[in-house]
């Protein structure tokens, strides 16, 4: 821009200051005040109660009443702001006393309207990336779940979220797995987890309160996350929180209970069925294992079982019965209110939710009840302050403190009993109410239920401060639209292990003989009523075999583990805004400088911060709302790397058309109202990688407080233990993605019938290689240095119909969605000499691999002759015939080979449908997937697996039960049989993720206690599941110890007044 | 209004520039501990060695549930149990699952033989490069290092040699982007592979041994020694000159003359030291002491030579480590289900006490089964120190009596495979019962005294083919050196061949597997001497009145001619042609 030209924007702006001044002066002079009065109507024609009623440029207002009057005197020529949430502000001016009659016309579509983008919002129709938009309100249709990545689960298109465990409060101690979310799928073997803001900053989003969160954006293209640079390559998730806006102060109550129930897990057999299939293996098996005779159980104790005549010898225990309740509750509890004046808007909101247990906890005596449960306080406060004219400020407190307790049993002892526990082993309790440990001997002869009550307490106790304060000053004085932003967060997260309680767990009669009734040989099983004791028991002064130890009441307590998950950050930013619109040019820009300091305490950072620092810009450019162009570009710094790779500058262009805007389309537009089309192409990084450490340039040495020991005894100590740290590679540098979108958007009869279509596609390059995952040679003798080796290139689309209409007052909508993501790993540090098809490279990541059953063998002669392999050693009929796939004559590691799909959807799908009629809505919320491969291993009669679970028995072959169309390998009892392909499972399922029903109750039924609105709804989480596996995994394998998935009834109300 | 845009901006880019961005994402001074600091002093120097002794593996206490009895002389049920792995020739699911070999669980030694070896070679390649940066520390200083770091050099390669076969001998600080193709099979010295690469740690050794004091102070106790460096280099010589070795280094299946009279040499210059009162056999009364404490003391005798020094001590090592390796019933002992138990196959082995036989089986072949006083007694005293049999007591309660009769507690609910229970690292009182583990510890010796005077038996033999025979710098004869370890246990001397066929190998056989039983040492040497362990594990079945005595099938033993080697890990073989897999893997 010329000087010239400056020195005119200027004089211009001084000319219209000076104008405004005099305005000013002269309405002083001539100040005229009229009465104004009037009602409050929405589009229905109901009165609208508690519409703020200001006048502009001033802090006097007043609110309507019930019946939706207002009266405020305003002085002429003033105008009048009409505020309601939910509805679209209107302005009116006043230039005499009147009554009048407004109407406010809903805001269906606000958020459709405005999409927040990276450090900023944009309006829908200019935005040129792949953004998908989330309200927050749809989140508590999940009810009660806690974790905020649960509750995406199935809510937006190219969001994936990999779930397989219903622990309230989420994994903490590496025990349990935690939901995992992907964005347009996998295209790294690194962490391909997006990048989280909340509120603009790197925060952990699973203890958000849902009740906070006004939208949630994902960023699913390089246009749209190339300004985040280095940490966009796995997209980004924005999270933005509840702000008030002016008008009176509003409170919202929500309450919620929750009922929870088990979603599937696999069922097992009765004793009976159970142990005759046990029986029908060892005889099976007699030839190779004979010593499996041992454990055939006689036809005469057969029948014991089926007829349960003698429990105490014989028994029948559902276990999975025994260990799960037949519901859990949950609760959650959420105040906040908003509102504010010219000076200060606020929002305040403080939340409770306590996420209960479906497993039979409970105190029988032991004096505690080691409950599952997490209940967590909510807090946040956002305010934004109009300190002058062109200032104003912004501060967030937000955080939480979140409590979960555990059984203290460890896991591998007690979730047995919930998964593969053998129905014949009883729960020994006798008539005193006092438990049996039952025999040691058999693992799963523990009794799991006693493990599970009776090892006392674990508490962990974590909380998380963040706070955000925001100055933003205009500086319209220099130019017009040009804004300057200084930024601080401050973060604090810590954990501490709770005043848990500690028990040995041995509050248990001991049981010695090989069965729970007599070492009696001669005792008659009719003599059974009860379970016996043992002599030891019945010597015994105290009647136990143990003294029973007290309790260990323990205190609140920093451990080394607990204080390793620590962290505070520092992050402070600086940036230019500049917004402006000339005629038919729309023109905006930022500059934005960042600096980020997170020091942790865990062993790879030894509490040296890690330190980032970004440069970030953006310029877009709108003609006339049909041509938009947008610039961004990143540029990055890392520790991670060294001179000459430190930082790194990643740019995207972005490039839209409103074809539906051009004056040719005008005759289209009857049908179709919309027609967008965009494309846009750049680059994002990533530096992350596993155990990459915090200088991976770069060799040091490390010390170890570990040290040798010599001499006799354990009292001297060597000295402190040096070591090679991380070797370094001084030319190690960013994992590149190049990411590609197009997108159509489409918009019928006036948008009653929308859709958008998004094609990308993606080539990763340089991905970073650490350690255990580089190809060198083992006499190496050290972790191998990280490196830039690797290249995938992934693809996909996002499909999206919606439509909506009514039919008088009867609002309906439906939404169909569909994704595919495919990934393929291009270049890999593959061992050279491995056959192709054992390599990664040509595979997507994380391949399914398998050794292939091509056929269950029938008879004898087929051992005979066939060439089975080097396997054949032990093979019966019934067992699996193994695909030799190399031909080499041996059925060996060669042999496994790609099956299916990865364990992480190809495609995922999601319908919507609703509606509503004065005030009662219903909404069915569908989720499914398909082509995906899961690993469900279930086993029978093995040390993991000691039960038989009815899925195998329905697909066992056996040539006396003739079952006619085994897929299932003859049952198999203390032999060495493959499974072949058998447990890698087609994962597709097809799920009624949520449902809700709600009634809004008329404003005339509850406006006489005072409240503004009453909703009441009913809804429901994972509640329907239609798959062919026996268990609920949504993209992670079956796990035998994983807290089971669970599906919830949620009752609630939600009260604004 | 321009200015204070101008000054705003102008304070903006002052204090962005002046804190240059490269030095705030520098490495901060004090975080980078640099070569000088580890290297420049003996006391940090040692620092960093010290972790070789980490490294060590113990043979029945690096990992949970893994000890390293391959050859069917125990068994446990569970597939994963490192004996019952080993039964099914699979070794695979050594190699890839739970053992020894293997990056499998936690603490010292998780990384198995072959990861620990090839990052305890890769620690002393450094140490020796690295020697001229050590400042602060005495030439004597400097030769302690030195030497621990030669051992060491030879140690781990020792270690992945003779259960792998032939490697390369690493012998610098190998770089990531160097070629890194070294190839499997070399010559060196006129030896081929195995012996090529015994002939390079034998060279170290020889530094080792010159630069190794004789004993360390009480403090450094338990450091690598001149005799343990003359201990391990007999010992390599007395594999690599064994038919196994020999045959894989491109020559016959048979002993190899040359290599034994060097292992008969080496292995007296440790008789010497003992000789000088340096070492000594353990009397037979404290025997266990070499294994298992109650008295928190490390398990260490006069006998001992080398073995990973463990600080771990109390319940935890029986919790974790012991008692679910070795022990049986949780509730009474403190062990579990996972019991590797004794078969009845390396029962047999164990002579009467009288030095003759045991004859298996019922009265009616003549044999011992039934008979009261021979079939658990009067048996070579060896037995009872490692074994415990039915009605044995394992500590002081009454109820800590030993039931494994059939039906028996102490059996598992027949998940213990076979009634009897290793105890030579389990001592009486251990359990529940008695708690006598507050100050438990146990170890496994790598190198001890009385396998010196076998090997030099056996070398000194082989050397001569002469049960009299002697090395060239040692007076003692194969013979005699056999009678002095049966000696100290109280078992009757050899004077006659006759109960081993005349021949002198089979009794050398025959005292390694009793003398060393369950201390890792008999799949190396049935390996090395190519001989096949049984087809079929049994054990002993009989009521708790001692009605009947029968022998039954637990299960067959496969052992094939590949698993005399390890199979090595899939990745390196199948990375380049200079490194093929051990032949059937």
Known sequence: ???????????????????????????????????????????????????????????????????????????????????????????????????????????????????????????????????????????????????????????????????????????????????????????????????????????????????????????????????????????????????????????????????????????????????????????????????????????????????????????????????????????????????????????????????????????????????????????????????????????????????QSRSGAPVFNFWYGVYSKPWTTPILRYEDGTFGQGIDYERFGENEFVELNFNGVNIDHRGEINTNIKLEQDLDVITKGLKITGELAYDNYFRTIGAGIGDDGTLMKWVDPAFYTSDDPNANIEDYTAYFYPGDYINSTNGFEFIDAPLDYQTERITDAAASSDYSRLMYRISLNYNRSFGKHDVSGLALFSRENVKRYSGVYNGWPQKREDWAGRVTYAFDNRYNIELNGAYNGSEKFGDGYKFEFFPSVGLGWVVSNEKFFEGAKKVMSKLKLRYSDGYVGNDNAQNIGQWPYFTSYEINSNRAVFGDGPLYNGPEIYSEGVIGNPDLHWETAHQQNFGIELGFFDDKLTSTLDFWKERREDILVTANLRNVPDFYGAPAPAANIGITESHGYEFQLNYRNNIRDFNYWGS??????????????????????????????????????????????????????????????????????????VIDLNDVIPYGYPGRPRNTYFVALGGDYKGISLSLNFYGQFNVTQNVNLGEFGFNSPAIYQDLLDDTWSPEYANSNPTFRALNYGRGVSNGHYYEKDGSMFRLKTAELAYNIPQKAIGKIGLTALRVFVNGNNLILWSDLPVDIEGQDYNYRNYPVTKLFNVGLSATF | ??????????????????????????????????????????????????????????????????????????????????????????????????????????GDGKFGIWNEGWAGI?????????????????????????????????????????????????????????????????????????????????????????????????????????????????????????????????NSATFDTGYMSRAANAAAEVLKLADKGVYALVPFDNYLDMFARTDGLTPTTTETIFQKIKRDVGSGEVNTFLGRLYMPHQSLFGGNAITEAVTQNFVDIFEMADGTKYIPGGPDVGGYDFDNNKRWNNRDPRFRKAIYVDRDMAGIH???????????????????????????????????????????????????????????????????????????????????????????????????????????????????????????????????????????????????????????????????????????????????????QNAGW
């Open chain 2, 122 to 250: 890769r620690r002393a390649n450094i140490a020796l490069e690295k020697l001229d940066l050590l400042i602060d520390a005495t030439p004597e200083e400097k030769n302690l290092i030195e030497g621990q770091a030669y051992f060491f050099r030879a140690f781990f390669h020792w270690e992945i040699l003779r259960a792998y076969g032939s490697i390369p001998y690493i012998n610098s600080v190998l770089a990531a982007d160097g070629d890194l193709q070294l190839p499997r099979f070399y010559e060196y010295k006129g030896k081929f592979d195995y012996q090529a690469c015994t002939e390079y740690l034998v060279e170290d050794l020889e530094k080792a041994a010159a630069l190794l004091p004789e004993k360390w102070d009480s403090t450094d106790e338990g450091r690598a020694t001149k005799g343990a460096a003359f201990s391990l280099m007999a010992k390599a010589l007395l594999y690599a000159g064994s038919p196994l070795m020999n045959e894989f280094s491109r």
């Open chain 1, 1 to 403: 821009m010329s000087k010239q030209k400056k020195c005119f924007i200027f004089l211009k702006a001084r000319r219209s200051l000076t104008t405004l001044l005099l305005f000013l002066f002269v309405s002083v002079l001539h100040a005229q005040t009229a009465k104004v009065s009037g009602t409050v109507y929405d589009e229905s024609g109901q009165p609208l109660p508690g519409v703020s009623v200001l006048v502009v440029g001033t802090s006097k207002g007043v609110a309507t009443d019930f019946d939706g009057n207002f009266t405020i005197e305003v002085s002429v020529g003033n105008e009048l702001n009409f505020n309601f949430l939910g509805f679209i502000t209107k302005k009116i001016k006043i230039t005499k006393s009147t009554k009048m009659d407004v109407t406010l016309t809903a805001d269906v579509a606000s958020l459709d309207e405005v999409i927040v983008v990276g450090y900023g919002i944009q309006k829908s129709e200019s935005v040129v990336g792949a953004i998908g938009q989330l309200a927050g309100k749809e989140l508590n249709k999940r009810g009660t779940v806690t974790n905020l990545t649960d509750a995406l689960s199935g809510t937006l298109p190219g969001v994936t979220v990999l779930s397989s465990t219903g622990i309230p409060g989420g994994a903490v101690d590496g025990n349990y797995e935690n939901s995992q979310i992907l964005i347009r799928g996998k295209s790294t073997w690194n962490n391909a987890g997006p990048l989280v803001l909340v509120d603009g900053v790197e925060r952990s989003m699973n203890d958000v309160d849902p009740n906070d969160v006004k939208s949630i954006s994902v960023l699913k293209d390089a246009s749209a996350t190339s300004i985040f640079g280095v940490k966009g390559g796995n997209g980004v998730i924005l999270i933005t929180t509840n702000r008030g806006i002016v008008g009176d102060a509003k409170f919202k109550v929500d309450a919620n209970a929750s009922f929870k129930q088990v979603s599937r897990i696999p069922k097992t057999l009765n004793s009976y069925i159970g142990t005759k299939a046990k029986n029908y293996a060892i005889v099976n098996g007699l030839s190779v294992n004979p010593v499996g005779w041992a454990d055939y159980t006689s036809e005469e104790e057969l029948e014991y079982f089926r007829t349960g005549q003698y429990p105490y010898a014989y028994a029948n225990t559902d276990w999975a019965n025994e260990m799960l309740e037949d519901f859990g509750l949950s609760y959650k509890l959420n105040m906040s209110v908003s509102g504010g004046t010219e000076f200060l808007k606020y929002y305040g909101s403080l939340g409770y939710v306590n996420d209960g247990d479906i497993l039979k906890t409970t105190d029988v005596g032991q004096g505690y009840d080691p409950d599952f449960k997490y209940e967590r306080f909510n807090f946040r406060t956002n305010l934004d302050f109009t300190i002058t004219k062109t200032t104003k400020l912004g501060v967030n407190l937000g955080g939480y403190y979140g409590s």
């Open chain 2, 398 to 580: 009454p109820s800590t009596i030993m039931n494994l009769y059939d039906g028996g507690s102490t059996l598992n609910g027949g998940n213990t495979l076979s009634p009897y229970i290793v105890h030579k690292m389990w001592p009486l009182g251990v359990n529940k019962k008695d708690a006598g583990w507050n100050n438990f510890r146990y170890v496994t010796p790598h190198l001890r005294l009385a396998e010196i005077y076998l090997i030099y038996a056996e070398a000194a033999y082989q050397a001569t083919k002469n049960a009299t025979g002697t090395s060239s710098n040692y007076s003692m004869t194969a013979l005699a050196a056999v009678n002095k370890v049966r000696a100290r246990a109280g078992q009757a001397q050899v004077t006659s061949l006759a109960v081993y066929n005349n021949d002198f190998q089979s009794l050398v056989r025959y005292e390694r597997d009793v003398e060393l039983c369950f201390e890792g040492h008999r799949w190396y040497d049935m390996r090395r001497w190519k001989i096949k362990p049984d087809d079929t594990l049994w054990k002993m079945s009989f009521d708790k009145n001692y009605t009947y005595f029968n022998r039954e099938i637990i299960q067959p033993f496969i052992f094939d001619d590949r698993n005399y080697w390890m199979p090595l890990p899939r990745n390196l073989t199948s990375s380049y042609d200079g490194f093929p």
């Open chain 2, 1 to 106: 209004m321009k200015n204070i845009f101008r000054i705003f901006v102008t304070i903006f880019i002052i204090s962005i520039t002046t804190v240059s961005c490269e030095d705030y994402l520098d490495v901060p001074p004090e975080a980078d501990i640099t070569e000088n600091d580890v290297f420049g002093s003996y006391y940090s120097f040692t620092g960093f060695l010290d972790q070789m002794y980490r490294y060590i593996i113990d043979y029945n206490s690096a990992k949970i549930c893994v000890a390293q009895n391959f050859t069917g002389e125990t068994i446990a049920v569970q597939g994963w149990n490192t004996a019952q792995a080993a039964s099914t020739g699979n070794y695979w699911n050594l190699v890839n699952g739970r053992s020894n070999f293997n990056d499998y669980g936690n």
């Open chain 1, 816 to 889: 169909l969605q569909f994704t595919l993501v495919e990934d393929e790993i291009i270049q890999k540090e593959d061992p050279e000499l491995l056959p192709d098809y054992q390599k990664d490279a040509g595979f997507p990541i994380d391949q399914t691999r398998s050794y292939i059953s091509s056929s269950i063998i029938q008879s004898w002669d087929e051992i005979y002759n066939g060439a089975l392999g080097a396997s054949s050693v032990d093979l019966l009929p019934g067992d699996y015939r193994l695909i030799d796939y190399n031909a080499d004559g």
